[in-house]
């Protein structure tokens, strides 16, 4: 059977070829970003001299209401300079047992800071803080050194779930001085869905990092923030890590563009999410989708036999992912259209038949 798709064409005039629906990291920059990225200003950053990242990180900080911020390569690395910023070998890191930084980065932290990660239940995207209590209580008579707690918002495997504030000053309330990381990769997406300013959250944690290169649409990076102490910290781990760069203003411009202009419109993204999200409960029944917490850009669902709807879902030109055994990912973007959800839906119901 052919595709149900049509030519697809990015902001950029670019022919965008399949519906891509596996994650929101597959955008392209947009018009306006390639623009930016061809008159950047740029210098070498090992001196502090790109103004264009010196203004991103900035702007970043400004908006999540921290001191200062750090331009990294990617959210994996933003995440892994926080914990060997936080931590000293042999500590102990606690985080949701779903979390990316316990699932996705490859063992990361044992490989890069030498930590044990104490996870907690995670299942709807937040933590229970008496759980986190109780785990806590257990450390201090283990004599363990826990020197962070880590939560991800919005939570991806459980659909995007955003963190509503209180949920975040209620763990605050029991974790104390010990510092809350914050990998909010889609942290917008989240601000979008709950109403509560970036800033806000920041207020609750002692450091917070977004992607630009998701949702946003930038083609490259994520920024890290906290106290300058803390910043300042973090550019040495940067430099550990390999991460520093030199004349990365080029990309910082379109992360400019990403923060001033694309986070309104993640609102229209998770429009379409929605869509897609009761087409599944359409096709598929209520049982295998948490219908409820789907509120932002993501939709996960259960299946028998992923497999083989991701390669019929394929071959109508329709890509679409999984992210564990038998749990189906869908996400929208900013190159997912009003009707491409619509021919989505429609293979949805073909694939069904
Ligand atoms: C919640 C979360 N954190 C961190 C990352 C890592 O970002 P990157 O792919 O830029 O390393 C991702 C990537 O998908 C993510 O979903």
Redesign the pocket.
Known sequence: MGSVLGTRMSSAGENLGALDLR?D?VTRPTAEMRRAMYEAEVGDDRYGEDPTVRELQELYASIVGKEAALFVP??????QIALRTWTSPGDVVIAGKN???LQ??RSGSAVNSSVQIHWVSDERGVLNPSEVEREMTLLEYLGHSLAVVAV?N???PSGGRPWELKELKDLRAVTGDTPLHM?G??LFNASVATGVDPSEYGRYVDSV?S?V??GLAAPVG?LLAGTADFIASARDQRQILGGQMRQAGIIASAGIVALRSMRERLVEDHRRAGLLADAVVEVFGESCIDRASLRTNIVVFRHETPDALIAEMASHGVLIGSIAPNVVRMVTHNDVSDDDIERAIKVLHRCAE
Do not use: L, P
């Open positions: 994650s990291t990617s959210g994996t690395m933003a995440n979390q990316h930084v996705y980065e991800e919005t939570h991806m990998d990769a889609r990092m992607c290169s998701k994520s």
